[in-house]
């Protein structure tokens, strides 16, 4: 289970869900949340990262909202409760709030590298942050707001891999075409993986777009990048 710790950011403390690996590999990620904020499903990423040894760290961005949102992944309107509550949390304070929380997470003993894991609204916050503060990597999962953050993609020098769906109807192929085109003008590698007839939120087995091949295909994908580009290899001299 994980253990709530408090950031201190610009905007106020900010309560993070801290996950331990019980082997640590010497890296650590920030994982930032869909719409539906630090949900059962973004906890279970987080579990399968820390099994795999990294210490990771999930802020509770919704904690900035007057009240907590109603989030109920049973009701017929969850879709519209996610998009209410992430139209309720301003943009920049969650931007300053995970620059937080990836600073914090660096300071950890242990943690020689550190990356950055966003899925959605997450995956477009986590290319905004990567753009603000140096991160060793990026993986984002159908950046919902990337398509708004294109002159950011010179500002990014970590290597960058994303995951996208081919049948995405909230960001459709020129939109997929345009953002792919901007991040050639990253510093940093950029990764780019597309799934047959899988469309927005493919990972999220909580939602109607979950696709569980895409879903299946990408994780590996990730770990392996996030591997190559965090897990520092001990020498052999």
């Avoid at 049948?167 to 003008?185: H, K, M, N, W, Y």
Wanted: glycine share 8%.
């Amino acid at each position: 289970m994980p253990e709530t710790v408090v950031v201190h950011a610009p905007d106020g403390d900010l309560p993070v869900l801290r996950f331990a690996p019980d082997t640590p590999n010497g890296a650590g990620i920030v994982v930032v949340q869909e719409i539906f904020g630090v949900s059962d499903y973004i906890v279970g990423r987080c579990q399968d990262l820390a099994a795999e040894g990294y210490v990771v760290y999930a802020p509770v961005l919704y904690s900035r909202l007057p009240e907590e949102p109603p989030l109920d992944p049973s009701s017929p309107d969850y879709m519209m409760q996610g998009m209410a509550a992430s139209r309720g949390l301003d943009w920049d304070t969650a931007a300053r709030d995970v620059v937080a929380a990836t600073s914090a997470l660096r300071t950890e003993a242990g943690v020689d590298k550190v990356g950055l894991l966003g899925f959605c609204f997450g995956g477009g916050l986590a290319f905004n942050v990567a753009a603000l503060t140096d991160v060793d990597a990026l993986v984002s999962y159908y950046g919902s707001a990337l398509p708004r953050l294109l002159d950011l993609a010179p500002q990014v020098t970590a290597p960058q891999l994303h995951h996208w769906g081919t049948q995405d109807s909230f960001i459709e192929g020129p939109a997929q075409r345009e953002v792919r085109e901007a991040l050639a003008t990253s510093p940093g590698t950029v990764q780019w993986e597309a799934y047959e007839g899988a469309g927005h939120a493919f990972d999220n087995s909580q939602v109607p777009f979950h696709h569980a091949a895409a879903s299946a295909a990408a994780w590996p994908v990730t770990l392996t990048f996030l591997a190559s580009h965090l897990i520092v290899k001990a020498s052999n001299g």
